[in-house]
């Protein structure tokens, strides 16, 4: 429990109503996307400013007590739970756009804003900020940053990071910095660069530059359907090799589609495997990339090709993409989210794998990709009412993710490794690369109290614990699509 | 040569030449060069120089290595040997190259399946793909596909004491452990060795024309420059070049052949009175030609993208007003190169003058050359960072010794 004394030094920071130390009102803040670990924290404070951060963080570091930094909480490896008697930082408050400067096209925020709120603020001018993680209609700008977010889009778009030029951070010792500027190649170490998908370890945002997009002349959408996701997978790497960078390419599997179908009747066609490809640009450019899309479709085998005819129609169809996750309960009483990277190219080749290793002990595993980047959530379903069967559904998605090391990719594409893959990052880099990883965070927290024992892999577990999933109290009650 | 223990020159060479073979090590001017053959090499010097607090200096073909604060190393660890495209799986858009590789020479491979890096440094047949990471460099195609931040997906770098470290990966998305190839990108060498980098891949812009129109001075331009990235357009790139009573504005445009009459159409609505017309592929070495006069000062500028039309005005006004010539080459994001000749006091004067004028808005000022005769009294970087003490524990962290480039960067880090 955090000494008395420091919960009056954290009063006297953000005030008697930004302090919270009531045991149920803590309790919200004990998980984030990731609900099967829960840590009661020793308190929440909800700062309104930097200067506060500031003073939270001091008391922190004077008492070296754990902190984590927080916004909406729909991260789904665990990267906001709590430290065991710790300290929350709830940037919720810290919600104001403070500067739009669209002929230089930035926007500073502070972290609590929420991300689709970026895009509604310059939409009128004709941008939008590319990030898109579906949860965005809540998640935070300082959660993004965190986890360097990604989306259905960042196949064209790229990440958060990408999207990042500067950012005011207060370091672990209680220090406010600047990191980079919102001109580019600000003299010195890149600094944003690290910072941006740090997960919370390395400091807390306090102030966000974001560099802000034209939209694009026109959007198609279309909808191929296919035999089997492996048929889907080929021709992904056909359009990409055919020199086509769509905005989206996205892959669902029949039982995908069926569970999507179920939740938000989005008139999916029933295949095997359903391909979505989105183009956008100069509206000639992409009526003829999408001839030559649509080509490439129907000589990989697709049975039925549909093109979005209007704006309401790609709204739908990108509904039951974005409900593919939170759909799975229509079909399965539980169900593990994970999140692997492979090369493009091995598509097929795993996906064909993780259908076997499945069969091996009996489980289902839906899938639902950013074919584009290579980006897998598969979906392991399971029914942990039958003795035993959570434990094999565990063992599985952690095997799959290894499967996606051992094909040259990577363990997360974009949900962060957190407490959820702390080993599995042990798995993927060898002792040396930690090691040197650890240099940077030891530069930023040398006491090890910013969002401490996440990320890295701990030697004295011997195991990894991917979660099953359970929705987020957001999501059950309609407010959140998990993603 | 900063050796702190009783080491002689001769002993040094012993055992450089003992790691990297007899032919690959020799005295050169006061340092030893050495060639390391692969990153197990370099990490074999590097722990010989970090154990004798021997100054190293990577380097390539050397054409930024007057960049910096100059640096008096022990032992320059050449790494022109390590110049193969290791592996290029084009299906994936990715490829792993050794850092000794020319720029040109990656490319040329790449091309074979039609893509690219999509970056234009400086002197590519020369440059090396580890100078232009370890310097940030980058040209006018930053405006469409990013810089090195963004096209590099991974890395492997030696550090001082010798550990060879795997950062990011081989797939474009990966949010696995620290970005640290992004803390290696720009750093000057002062960290570690960068042995070996992974990119991600574009297709080479098969089709693609440049559009040129001129004035005396960039003020007609500024309302088109404007127009144009307020449009939805996307071009390649799009550069300013000014000197003297003379200024072009430049724009690249890549298309499908049948949709570029479309774009010439809507450029030249976006000029309006101002006449376009088609010009070379040439127009694209401006920046580099700003290097091609010897004893010439030469700056990179970071600046907001509404500032280019007026400070190259400026610049422009000054250099008539100080009777000293300027040729500066603005990529439309806000990165300027400003080449001038003059006295060490008009120098000086110009820098000041910029930084200050620049520093409401976040903008830089870096003397990437300077002639020798200026070179006592200009501090080249200019950084006035809060995170300055940061950066200087990160260095700690990595190369407690300072054997690699010591004093190079930014505040003599």
Redo the contacts between chains.
């Keep these: 429990m955090l000494p008395q004394r420091a919960i009056d030094e954290l009063r006297a920071a953000v005030g008697a109503d930004g302090l919270i130390t009531g045991q149920s009102q803590l309790q919200t803040y004990e998980c984030d996307g990731l609900t099967n670990f829960r840590v009661l924290p020793g308190a929440v404070v909800l700062p309104r400013n930097a200067a506060e951060v500031q003073a939270i963080v001091s008391v922190c570091a004077r008492h070296k007590i754990p902190f984590v930094s927080r916004g909406a909480g729909t991260g789904l490896s665990g990267g906001a739970l709590p430290a065991a008697g710790g300290v929350v930082i709830g940037l919720a408050r810290m919600n104001r756009i403070l500067e739009v400067d669209?002929?230089?096209?930035f926007v500073v925020v502070e972290p609590g804003v929420i991300n689709s709120h970026v895009t509604q603020r310059v939409a009128a001018q004709?941008y939008f900020y590319a990030p898109d993680p579906s949860s965005q209609s809540v998640c935070t700008i300082g959660g993004n940053v965190a986890?360097?977010s990604?989306g259905a889009h960042?196949l064209k778009y790229?990440?958060t990071?990408?999207h990042t030029l500067?950012l005011e951070v207060v370091?672990p010792s209680g220090e406010?910095?600047?990191?980079g500027?919102?001109?580019?190649?600000?003299?010195?170490?890149?600094?944003p660069?690290?910072f941006?998908?740090?997960e919370g370890t390395l400091g807390v945002a306090t102030k966000i530059t974001l560099r802000i997009v034209?939209?694009?002349?026109v959007v198609q959408t279309l909808l191929a359907a296919f035999d089997s996701p492996q048929a889907a997978g080929q021709t992904v790497?056909d359009i990409?090799?055919a020199?086509m960078?769509p905005s989206a390419l996205e892959i669902m599997d029949a039982l995908a589609i069926e569970a999507a179908e179920a939740a938000v009747h989005a008139h999916y066609p029933v295949c095997g495997g359903l391909l979505l490809v989105e183009l956008d640009?100069?509206s000639?450019?992409v009526e003829?990339?999408m001839r030559e899309a649509l080509a490439i479709c129907r000589n990989n085998g697709a049975r039925q090709i549909r093109v979005a005819q209007s704006d309401q129609e790609r709204a739908l169809v990108w509904k039951g993409r974005k409900a593919a996750f939170a759909a799975m309960g229509r079909i399965s009483p539980n169900y593990i989210v994970q999140d692997g990277?492979?090369?493009?190219?091995a598509l097929p080749r795993v996906l064909s794998e993780i259908q076997r290793m499945a069969s091996a002990v009996n489980l289902r595993v839906a899938n639902v990709f950013?074919a584009g980047?290579?980006?897998l959530h598969p979906l392991v379903l399971y029914d942990r009412a039958i003795a035993g069967q959570e434990e094999i559904a565990l063992d599985l998605s952690y095997r799959i993710l290894h499967l996606c090391v051992d094909n040259?990719?990577?363990?997360?594409?974009?949900?962060?490794?957190g407490k959820e893959?702390q080993q599995a990052?042990g798995y993927?880099?060898?002792e040396?690369?930690?090691?040197?990883?650890q240099?940077?965070?030891?530069?930023?927290d040398p006491e090890n109290i910013s969002n401490p024992d996440k990320?890295f892999p701990r030697p004295r577990l011997c195991a990894d614990k991917p979660g099953p999933y359970t929705p987020h109290p957001l999501e059950t009650a309609g407010i959140a699509e998990i993603f | 040569m900063t050796a702190a223990t009783a080491i002689t020159q001769q002993d040094c060479l012993a055992r450089l030449a003992s790691i990297a073979g007899r032919e690959n090590a020799h005295f050169a001017d006061d340092a030893i060069a050495v060639a390391a053959a692969d990153a197990h090499q370099v990490a074999e010097i590097l722990r010989f120089a970090n154990s004798n607090s021997i100054a190293v200096t990577p380097s390539g073909s050397g054409t930024k290595l007057g960049w910096g604060n100059p640096v008096a190393p022990g032992i320059r660890l050449d790494l022109k040997r390590m110049n193969t495209l290791r592996e290029h799986p084009w299906q994936d858009m990715t490829c792993t190259v050794e850092a000794g590789c020319t720029w040109a020479a990656m490319q040329t491979e790449l091309a074979r399946h039609g893509q690219m890096v999509a970056l234009d440094p400086l002197w590519p047949a020369r440059a090396t793909v580890g100078g232009v990471v370890a310097t940030n460099d980058s040209g006018a195609l930053r405006l469409k596909y990013g810089g090195l931040r963004d096209l590099i997906i991974g890395m492997t770098a030696v550090l001082a004491d010798g550990t060879i470290a795997k950062t990011g990966g081989k797939v474009v998305k990966n949010v696995a452990g620290y970005d640290l190839h992004k803390l290696m990108t720009g750093s000057f060498g002062t960290l570690g060795v960068v042995t070996e980098v992974n990119f991600r891949l574009h297709p080479v812009e098969v089709h693609a024309r440049t559009w040129t129109a001129v004035a005396p001075d960039p003020t007609p331009l500024a309302a088109p420059l404007r127009a144009l990235l307020d449009s939805q357009m996307t071009p390649s790139a799009v550069q300013l070049r000014a000197r003297k009573q003379e200024c072009a504005l430049d724009i690249r445009i890549a298309a499908l052949p049948a949709c570029m009459d479309i774009h010439a159409a809507n450029l030249r609505n976006i000029f309006g009175q101002i006449e376009l017309n088609e010009s070379s592929e040439a127009a694209w070495q401006a920046r580099e030609e700003l290097f091609e006069t010897k004893g010439r000062l030469v700056l990179k500028v970071s600046l907001l993208p509404v500032d280019v039309c007026p400070v190259s005005l400026e610049l422009q006004q000054w250099a008539a007003r100080e009777k000293i010539e300027i040729d500066l080459v603005s990529q439309a994001t806000g990165l300027m190169t400003v080449a001038l000749s003059g006295s060490l006091e008009k120098a000086i004067a110009l820098i000041e003058h910029l930084r200050a004028r620049l520093r409401g808005s976040g903008g830089s000022v870096i003397a990437l050359r300077i002639p020798e005769p200026l070179r006592a009294g200009l501090e080249p970087w200019g950084c006035d960072s809060n995170a300055l003490p940061l950066m200087r524990e990160i260095k700690r962290r990595f190369d407690p010794n300072r054997i690699l480039n010591p004093g190079r960067f930014v505040g003599n880090i």
């Design positions: 669209i002929a230089n096209r004709g986890e360097n990604g960042c790229g990440f990071v990408t500067a370091l406010l910095v600047q990191l500027s919102p001109t580019l190649d600000a003299p010195g170490y890149d600094l660069g690290v941006v998908g740090s034209k939209r694009p002349e790497s990409i090799a020199g960078l640009g100069p000639s450019e003829a990339l990277v492979i090369p493009r190219t950013h980047d290579g980006n040259g990719g990577s363990i997360t594409g974009e949900h962060g490794v893959k990052l993927m880099f060898s040396p690369d930690l090691q040197t990883m240099l940077v965070r030891c530069a930023f990320v």
